[in-house]
Each structure stands twice: as C-alpha cells, then as structure tokens.
C-alpha cells in the first residue's frame, strides 16, 4: 500500500492550502503573528511546516516547531509529512512525545505535543532553537496550549525573529487575534460541500446499539461513499466494532451478495500501525469508528456519513475526589456542526445524528469549555513557578480559570512539599519540576533516593510501570483462556501489594530477556512492557541530571514504607464489610477487584492506592498494604495530629486555613 509519489503530489495540489500559499507565505513574511483560519482537511497542518521549509526558514539552523494536543495527531503527521518530503521519520522530518523522541540533528521540522514545547520552555525560556511555531489546533483549547500562547506573549516581544503561527478551526479564531493585540488573520479559502443532518425523533437508549443499527442500514441502502462514527472512548469504540462485524457475519451467511464493510477503529491508545490503517485504500465500503480525535485533528478522505453519538469523554476535575476523572458529556453545538461537516469534504454528505434536536438545544453548550476551566491544575503551576510566575493573577491567560482550582493545586503543592508557606518554590519543588510526569509521582522518586529508602531504581521501576497502559492482556471470549489468564496473573502477584507486583512483572520481564514470547505466553502487553523499559531508562537520565542517587534495595518493607511518603494524600484505613475510607477527604471506597488484596480474609488496616476508578461507585486502583505508623511518619501534616486526638480532617482544615490566609495575603 506505498503511495506512489506522484498521486502524493497530485493530493498535495488539490488542497486548499496549495492555491493560497503565496499569499499566505507573504502575510507571514510581514507579520509576527498569523492566525490561521480553515476547514478541517484544507491542508494546514501537513501544508504550512512544508512552506516555511520551503521558503528557507530554516536556512540559518532555526527549526520549525510544530504543536499538537493530541500525541496521536503529532506521530501520524509527522508521518504524512515526511512521506510527502520523501524522507524517513526522525530525519529531516521528525515527532517528540512524551517519552518518544524521533528527532535526529538533521530534523527541520518538528512536530510535537503541545506539553513538550511547554517542558521545552522550561529549560530555554527563548525557544532559542526555533524559527518559526506553528501551534496547531488552537481552537481545542488544551491546557498546555492555552498556557503555552500565555507565555509567547512574553517570549514574543524579546523574540523579533521568532514566527508564530496559529491555527483553528473557524471556532475561536477572533479570540487568539485580540489575544496577541489584533494579530493577522489569514483564511485559507475552502470548499465544502453541503451536508443535511438528521436528529433522531427519540433519544437513544443505548448509543452504541443505535449506532450499529445506523451503520449498518447506511451500509445496506446507500450509495457509495465511507462512514465514520463518533463514539466517546476506547471501550464503546472496541464494543461498536465488535457488535459491528458480528452482525455483519449473520447478514453476510444469510445473503451473500451483501458487500463487507471494513471496520476500523481509531483512539490515542491504540497502537501506531493499527492507527494508520485508517488511511489506507480499502476494497471496500469503510467505516471509521473514532474519539474525537476525528473531529478536527485527523482527517479520512473519503468519508460520506457521519454517525454522531453527540457525546465525548472530557477530562473534569471532580472536587469531592479531589482528583479529575474521564466524564462522558454531551458535545458542544460547535462540536456537532464540525463532526457534521466531516460528511461534505468531497461530495454531499448526510450526517445521523443519534439524538434529539430537543436535546441538542437543551443539552449541548454553544461552544466546548477550555480545559483550564475544568481540569486540575497542580502540573501547570508546578511549571508556572517554576519560570517564576510567583504571582498567577497577572500571567496572561485567555481564559483566567476559577480562583478555587488555582488555590486547589498550590494547597496540594504545597502538601507535597513543593511550595512553602509563601507560594514559592522550594528546591524539592524544583527538582519536581524536571519530571514531565504527575508532581506525587516525581516526589516519589525524588524521596526514594534519599538515605533512608535508597531504593530509587525499584521506585523508578514502580513510576515507569504506573505511566504505560494496563499491561495485563484478558481474553474476551474465552471462558477458557480467561480463567488461564487470571491464574497466570495471580503467579506475578505480590500479595500486599499491586505496586510490588508491578516491579516483580518488570523484572521478570528483563529476567527473560525482554522476549515477546514470555508476554504472549504470560498474557502481558509486550509492547508496552518494551515502552516501560525505554521509560525506565529515560527517568534514570533526569534522577542524574539532577543529581540523584540511583541505588538499588530489594527490601519490600522499605519499599512501601517510600509509598508512604508521596501517597499520603491517598491513604485509607479500612472499615468494614470492604469498605475503606480516605484519611484526608473522608470518601468511601473499595478495593479494584484487580488489586492483589481484594478477596483476602484478612484486610490490612491501611492502605495506600495510586487512583480511584469510578463505575457506579469509588474503587482503589493499584493498592497497597501499608504501616498505621509509616502513614504518620511522613503524611505528619495529617496523621501525627490524629494520634494526638485531633482527627486528620480538622487538622488538615487548621492548616489549609493558615495556607489560604498566606495566598490571600499576596493576593492583596
Ligand atoms: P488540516 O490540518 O487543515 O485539517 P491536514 O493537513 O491534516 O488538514 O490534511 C490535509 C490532507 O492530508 C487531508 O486530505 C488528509 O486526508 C491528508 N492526510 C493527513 N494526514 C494523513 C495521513 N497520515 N495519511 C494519509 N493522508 C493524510
Ligand atoms: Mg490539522
């Protein structure tokens, strides 16, 4: 399926962006700032680096940064990118994600996720390196490319030479302009084709039963042309394929001259070849089931029908978890015209939209919220103190987030050690800052390597393993292989321990030579064990870089007892009939039925746990058994007050009181 160059260069001068290069190409000579306006699929993610190249930007070493929000969209254009330029990813064209650099010396253009020009900006506040930036997708409004335009703002006026380039959807676009002090806007004209949408005259019970039924009657009656469908996460997206090909195999058994459909599906996670698999010429009709990663980022050429689910997965930070957690929520209006108009980028479409216009009016917002204002912000202020925003009322933010959330994360900070009593920065706050992973997270490796624990590289180990995906392969199917499955994962685990087992399954696997064999013989994920050792090695470089220990002790006691030092905010003690309750927020929960204690008669009467997983009720995921003492020896900001009578929670209220009353202060 190689694409011969010259239908690659035919594709390239049928796009939108082509014709308006040199117009475009002249507005940026003559402006600092463009805001670059149009559809999805004109050409302005894989056009506009290939311009800049082209018309020598690079000439005097300067690179070409591209952003993305989204990792998946960084790997699969730096792809196209480097198939149009002729060149292999890493060379001249290459991606940086988190943990994954395919840069080279060589590379000129660049693309990257937004959070790593952001962990960029730490270390070289000038983004000396670069020419020109385009960040790309702005409209999404992610977190780190909202806070990522705040910073231009600075880096702009000592930077005369430095390009940036933004571009959006239509939603937005004047908001970035007035932003940057009515910067240039440039529109690429587009051609769109018209595309009638239909709502559904009663609210769907089950949307991925509506959906399978709307696929399959587009597939049965219509014309030629793909489908692709809007489904809210990894689960309804396997599930939808599933029901969608099983359904199909009866149609097909009972007539045959019905045509296959080619079912594809495409989520973040979802590994790179089976990813690119969407693009690809099919024999047949194909239908795309997608996050929606499919509604601006990627675009499939081809695609007739749309089948819209209107709901997505959004990250909100929910207050009574303390913590944020994956919602699934009805899109915003902007959204639906924008998935609709998937439908009329080569021909007329038809968009089935599996919910009411009732509910659309009543239900959907005119525009999506900024994940500023709805997510935790403990990372982002981490970094923001760290380039010496002590004072985070005056940074310039397009959209300021609450007041509550602000003060939430520098209170967590804070209890991590990583801001004092004033809102600044302390060293352990600093040496957090180098991490690109969660603050408790680098406070954890941090600690493991001071003398009383030096067990840093098992808790480096622990660290890499709670960073991949699940790592455990259950067999849907099978009855059989399940039950095989889940006697083979009690083999690896550590009875007190999820996090123990983790480290045990790590060293097994390099014990075995890092075989895929071992994995698939063991049910495991080889490729994200793979990914865990290029993780381990890369959190080893920083633990050097900022001059930390790396020493090895076996000792599972000392182990967890190092836990308790950064998981303190998430400690439990145990009730009764399974139920635990959080020491700091007081919040009811039970065991994962995964954890490696969940069965066992004799629960510990502590327990610390990695995050909570929400299905109809709050379960602790990643577990482990720990000391009532340990707990109070280094969570002594809650627990040491408990034993002396006064209970953690009013405790922790005592000292948040005197905190807020310090952030007040400086507000003043
Ligand atoms: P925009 O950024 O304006 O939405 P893009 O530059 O992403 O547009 O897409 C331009 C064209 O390139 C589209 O027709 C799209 O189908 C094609 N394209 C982009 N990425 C890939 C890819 N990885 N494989 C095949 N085609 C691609
Ligand atoms: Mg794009």
New binding site residues.
């Given amino acids: 399926e190689a694409y011969d160059k010259n239908t690659l260069q035919q594709?390239r001068r049928k796009?939108p962006?082509y014709h308006a290069r040199e117009e475009l190409m002249k507005v940026i000579a003559e402006n600092q700032v463009v805001v670059v306006i149009?559809?999805?699929?004109?050409?302005?993610?894989?056009?506009i680096p290939q311009f800049l190249y082209e018309a020598g930007y690079c000439k005097f070493g300067g690179l070409i940064g591209v952003t993305q929000p989204r990792r998946v969209a960084a790997l699969?254009?730096a792809?196209?990118v480097s198939?149009e330029m002729n060149v292999k990813v890493g060379k001249e064209v290459g991606y940086t994600i988190r943990f994954e650099d395919k840069t080279s010396p060589k590379t000129r253009i660049k693309f990257m996720t937004d959070g790593i020009l952001l962990r960029e900006a730490l270390l070289d506040a000038e983004l000396d390196k670069y020419s020109c930036i385009v960040m790309?997708e702005a409209h999404e409004r992610s977190l780190n490319t909202d806070i990522l335009l705040g910073l231009f703002k600075r880096v702009l006026t000592r930077r005369r030479d430095l390009k940036l380039i933004v571009?959006s959807a239509t939603m937005n676009a004047d908001k970035f302009s007035r932003f940057f002090g009515n910067a240039e806007q440039f529109t690429?004209p587009g051609r769109t084709y018209p595309v009638e949408t239909l709502f559904s005259a009663i609210a769907a019970q089950d949307y991925v039963a509506s959906a399978v039924k709307q696929i399959i009657r587009v597939h049965l009656r219509s014309e030629p042309g793909d489908i692709l469908c809007f489904m809210t996460g990894q689960e309804d997206i396997e599930t939808t394929c599933e029901e969608l090909t099983k359904e199909l195999e009866t149609l097909i058994k009972s007539d045959p001259s019905i045509e296959p459909l080619q079912v594809l599906p495409i989520y973040s996670t979802l590994p790179a070849d089976l990813q690119?698999k969407i693009?690809r010429r099919s024999k047949y009709r194909k239908c795309v089931v997608a996050t929606n990663i499919a509604e601006?980022?990627?675009?499939?050429?081809g695609i007739r029908f749309v089948v819209d689910t209107g709901l997505m997965k959004l990250k909100v930070y929910n207050p009574k978890l303390g913590m944020d957690t994956l919602q699934i929520t009805p899109i915003s209006l902007a959204q639906a015209n924008q998935r609709s108009g998937r439908a009329g980028?080569t021909g007329p479409g038809l968009c089935y939209r599996l919910y009411t216009k009732y509910a659309s009016l009543k239900e959907m917002f005119p525009e999506p919220i900024p994940e500023i204002q709805r997510t935790n912000l403990s990372n982002t202020i981490l970094l923001l103190k760290y380039l010496k925003v002590d004072d985070l009322s005056k940074f310039p933010f397009l959209d300021k987030p609450p007041i509550e959330t602000i003060n939430t994360a520098q209170y967590d900070l804070w209890c991590l050690g990583a801001l004092d009593n004033f809102g600044k920065l302390t060293a352990l706050g600093k040496k957090m800052s180098n991490f690109p992973i969660d603050p408790a997270l680098s406070r954890l490796l941090i600690v493991s390597s001071f003398s009383q624990f030096q067990c840093s590289k098992e808790m480096i180990t622990i660290v890499t393993m709670l960073s991949i995906p699940p790592i455990f392969v259950r067999p849907t199917h099978d009855a059989a292989l399940q039950r095989r499955s889940d006697s083979v994962r009690e083999k690896f685990q550590v009875a007190e321990s999820d996090h123990l087992t983790l480290l045990n399954i790590f060293n097994l696997f390099k014990a075995n030579g890092c075989q895929e064999r071992w994995c698939t013989k063991n049910f495991l994920q080889y490729k994200s064990l793979r990914r865990a050792v290029e993780i381990h090695t890369q959190l080893s470089q920083i633990m050097g870089s900022q001059k930390l220990a790396i020493t090895s002790n076996p000792d599972w006691d000392v182990i967890r007892k190092c836990l308790c030092a950064s998981y303190f905010h998430q400690a439990a003690q145990f009730k009764k009939y399974g139920e635990f309750v959080n020491l700091r927020t007081g919040l009811q929960m039970r065991l994962h039925p995964t954890a490696s204690l969940y069965g066992l008669g004799d629960l510990p009467k502590y327990v610390i746990y990695h995050e909570l997983l929400l299905t109809g009720r709050e379960y602790m995921n990643y577990v482990t058994a720990v000391e009532g003492e340990w707990l109070c020896e280094f969570g002594e900001i809650f627990y040491a007050a408990k034993e002396k009578g006064i209970t953690s929670r009013e405790n922790q209220a005592r000292k948040e009181h005197e905190f807020q009353k310090v952030i007040a202060e400086q507000r003043k």
């Fill in positions: 594709q796009l962006a149009g559809e999805t699929g004109s050409g302005k993610t894989t056009q699969s254009v792809k196209r198939e790309d571009t690429i690119s693009f601006t980022s990627l675009t499939v050429d980028r």
